[in-house]
């Protein structure tokens, strides 16, 4: 599967952003969709993760509260809506597909979109 993120840009702390993340293929419903953020200097981490069905999601814990996960099925696409950004949420975010069951863990994912960048300065 191959997968395309959209979205980013300059936001003002406390300002809102969705992200989009597109996946060609006719089995999307098959993998289980996270995104990770990275920041200059930090590993790629955790944001947030949804089932196949869409139906279980999960988020770290910065960001539960303002960070909501969606998709569609029909439409191959990975929703994550972003409100009152923070300074810390600048990074560049990349969405992950994994073949099964949800999971928070990097290394089960299969594949990555190239990301894109999101900047909140205080």
């Known amino acids: 599967v191959q997968l395309q993120a959209s979205g980013g840009g300059l936001v003002q702390a406390g300002g809102s952003l969705r992200l989009s993340c597109a996946a060609s293929g006719r089995t999307f419903s098959s993998y289980a969709m996270g995104w990770f953020r990275q920041a200059p200097g930090k590993e790629r981490e955790f944001v947030s993760g949804?089932?196949?069905?869409?139906?279980?999601?999960y988020y770290a814990d910065s960001v539960v509260g303002r960070f909501t996960i969606s998709r569609d099925n029909a439409k191959n696409t990975v929703y994550l809506q972003m409100y009152s950004l923070k300074p810390e949420d600048t990074a560049v975010y990349y969405c992950?597909?994994?073949?099964?069951?949800?999971?928070?863990?990097?290394?089960?994912?299969?594949?990555w979109g190239q990301g894109t960048q999101v900047t909140s300065p205080a």
């Open positions: 992950a597909a994994r073949y099964g069951g949800s999971t928070r863990d990097r290394p089960e994912y299969n594949y």
């Open positions: 949804i089932s196949r069905s869409g139906d279980h999601t």
